[in-house]
Nanobody, 124 residues
Framework: QVQLEESGGGLVQAGDSLRLSCAAS????????MGWFRQAPGKEREFVAV????????VYARNVEGRFTISRDNAENTVHLEMKSLKSEDTAVYYC?????????????????WGQGTQVTVSS
């Protein structure tokens, strides 16, 4: 019912900025919380950030807080992740997710819909 597609990934240098986007389709988009997760080589998928359906609440993982900003534009059915001061440890495939988390919005199992991911590589 909800389809997601990420874009904006690429190869950048440490300290650079990058803006990821997630295009969503489906009538339920405006009711969904939207999360960003990432999966680095050899690691499990981990929480990055989430924004509530209205955009009024935002939660970030500790290691990205202050550098990353999540936002959404319900009118355009898009979600963004602005990443600044990128570090090599930010290298990962980034996924956007949609859902209605009820118990733990940092938990990937709380999200029903996922994009295919976009690669972010930070060189140092």
């Amino acid at each position: 019912q909800v389809q997601l597609e990420e874009s904006g990934g690429g190869l950048v240098q440490a300290g650079d900025s990058l803006r990821l986007s997630c295009a969503a389709s489906g009538r339920t988009f405006s009711r969904d919380a939207m999360g960003w997760f990432r999966q680095a080589p050899g690691k499990e998928r981990e929480f990055v950030a989430v924004i509530t359906a209205t955009g009024g609440g935002r939660v970030y993982a500790r290691n990205v807080e202050g550098r990353f900003t999540i936002s959404r534009d319900n009118a355009e059915n898009t979600v963004h992740l602005e990443m600044k001061s990128l570090k090599s440890e930010d290298t990962a495939v980034y996924y956007c997710a949609a859902g209605s988390p009820k118990r733990n919005m940092r938990e990937k199992t709380e999200y029903a819909y996922w994009g295919q991911g976009t690669q972010v590589t930070v060189s140092s």
